[in-house]
């Protein structure tokens, strides 16, 4: 399979960048579309070119590391699918592939398509967690917990984190990431303690980084890797209303 490759390549945030074309070819249809980076890197070190640098750590779709736009769609053309799982049998002989880092000045690029997603960690830090006291682990059935608030639990800490829901919006906002991180812990008892505490700290963060408003155009569900769903936002909205009310 030979493939016409566009890729954005930009030293660092302050300097400009453009984007470069390059001609592989030996792509076959179960290469992962990272191996298929690693191949074109390859060929530019042999040609003393300096590689794309992009960034990866599992390769499971578990870390959320690798997040690129693919042709304009975060992660690429398959729904629930990041790029480190995107095979390249998605793609046919003689495609033109597009390849860009996230846009949003909050995660301004380090180099090439890499960018800093420092700002969830700082939101992490501002309130994504529950203060309890170290020792062994508590038997799994101490605490009974219904099986409907364990699901939905669940289905928001399967966020990764990755920061297509923020690529993917036109207001660059995060309250798909932040809305999961804090509904992970609002349906579990040990998380309600802390619940509005957490609420405020974590939106009032979340501005402060300089992400944009939620205008309910569900582009972040739609790309989400996870399938997280907007239900979420909702929630967020709902329960930080009636937190400033009350307070």
Request: proline fraction near 3%; aromatic fraction near 6%; charge should be negative.
């Amino acid at each position: 399979m030979k493939l016409k490759l566009k890729i954005w390549r930009q030293k660092n945030s302050q300097e400009n960048g453009k984007f470069e074309e390059h001609l592989i070819d030996s792509i076959t249809e179960d290469m992962s579309f990272l191996e298929m980076l690693d191949l074109l890197n390859n060929q530019l070190i042999k040609k003393n070119i300096d590689p794309i640098a992009f960034d990866h750590d599992c390769r499971e779709g578990i870390c959320g590391t690798c997040g690129v736009m693919i042709n304009g769609q975060a992660h690429g053309p398959l729904k629930g699918v990041t790029a480190c799982q995107l095979h390249m049998r998605s793609f046919k002989d003689g495609d033109e592939i597009t390849i860009e880092p996230w846009r949003a000045a909050s995660f301004p690029v380090i180099k090439d398509l890499v960018v800093d997603r420092r700002s969830f960690d700082n939101i992490m830090e501002s309130g994504g967690y529950v203060s309890v006291k170290t020792g062994g682990a508590p038997d799994a059935n101490a605490m009974p917990i219904f099986k409907e608030n364990a699901d939905e639990a669940f289905d928001s800490a399967t966020c990764i984190g990755c920061g297509a829901c923020v690529a993917s919006c036109k207001n660059s906002s995060a309250m798909l990431f932040v809305s999961a991180k804090i509904n992970q812990y609002a349906n579990l008892p040990q998380g309600q303690v802390e619940h509005s505490k957490r609420l405020v700290s974590m939106v009032e963060k979340m501005d402060e980084e300089g992400f944009g408003s939620c205008t309910n155009t569900g582009a972040c569900e739609a790309e989400c890797p996870k399938e997280i769903s907007v239900d979420n936002i909702v929630k967020l909205n709902r329960e930080y209303i009636k937190t400033i009310l009350r307070d």
